[in-house]
């Protein structure tokens, strides 16, 4: 089965950390640009990252930049997303997403093209 699956979202107190993960089965992840995304309640769906199938560019919003890190592991199948100083706005359902590559990440309804991730939900309360 080609899926993608989002693990290693949970409830954090702000300033915490969390890294969640996104593991591919049935495909080579190496071979795609992979992005999360996050959705938040009653606003617009946001993207977060997006690195390259190289994995030499990668790229962020800039609610996130200085705070979140991107990174891949091809041989695990897997990439990830670091997120530390968490803050009440990054609570969000997060999505990981295959594409191409990264050309439209800063564009306003930047959509992957490729297979998406149900989501893991991220909470930052006190």
């Known amino acids: 089965q080609v899926q993608l699956v989002e693990s290693g979202g949970g409830s954090v107190q702000p300033g915490g950390s969390l890294r969640l993960s996104c593991t591919a089965s049935g495909l080579t992840l190496g071979d795609y640009a992979v992005a999360w995304l996050r959705q938040a309640r009653g606003k617009e769906r946001e993207a977060v990252s997006c690195?390259?199938?190289?994995?030499?560019?990668?790229n962020y919003a800039e609610s996130v930049e200085g705070r979140f890190t991107m990174s891949r592991d091809d041989a695990a199948n897997t990439v990830y997303l670091q997120m530390n100083s968490l803050e009440a706005e990054d609570t969000a359902v997060y999505h990981c997403?295959?594409?191409?590559?990264?050309?439209?990440?800063?564009?306003?309804?930047?959509?992957?093209?490729?297979?998406w991730g149900e989501g893991t939900l991220v909470i930052v309360s006190p």
């Open positions: 690195v390259t199938s190289g994995g030499d560019s990668t």
């Open positions: 997403a295959t594409d191409l590559d990264c050309t439209e990440f800063s564009s306003r309804y930047y959509r992957p093209m490729g297979l």
